[in-house]
C-alpha cells in the first residue's frame, strides 16, 4: 500500500464529512474545487504522522493558492500554521501532519479523491 493508500484506507474504514468551504468555484490543473473529504475519528495510531506528499499534489496545491491570489502568510494564518511551515511544504523540505493537510486542502477548496485499486498480484 503506497503512503497515499493509507489516506484512503483511513477514511473508507473510519467514514468522512464533507465541511463546507467558502471559497468560489474555481479548478486549477485537475484538482476540483470542493470540500476535502476528513475522517471523523482519525485513529490512535496516525495522530502527528508526516508521510511524504507526491510533489504533483504540492504543485498543484501551490497553483491553488496562487489562482487565490492568496500569499502564504495568508494561506498560513487561515490554517493555524506559520508561514516558514507552509513554505517548507511548498518547497518540498517538510510534510505536513494529516490534520494540516486537511486544512491546508479545505482552506484552498480543494477535493482530493482516493480510489481503491487492487494490490499487485503476487505468485505463489
Known sequence: MGRFGLFAGLLKRR???RPKSGI???SVAGLSPGPTLLPTNPP??????????PSEIVTRLCRRRHALHL???ELAARIGVSDSALSRWERHKASPSLADFCAWT???AVEITL???EPPHVSP
Open 71 to 73: 500569499n502564504q502568510a
Open 115 to 117: 480510489t481503491d485499486r
Open 15 to 17: 467514514g468522512a464529512s
Open 24 to 26: 468560489g468555484e474555481d
Open 106 to 108: 479545505e482552506e484552498l
Open 44 to 53: 490512535q495510531e496516525c495522530h502527528g504522522v508526516a508521510t511524504v506528499l
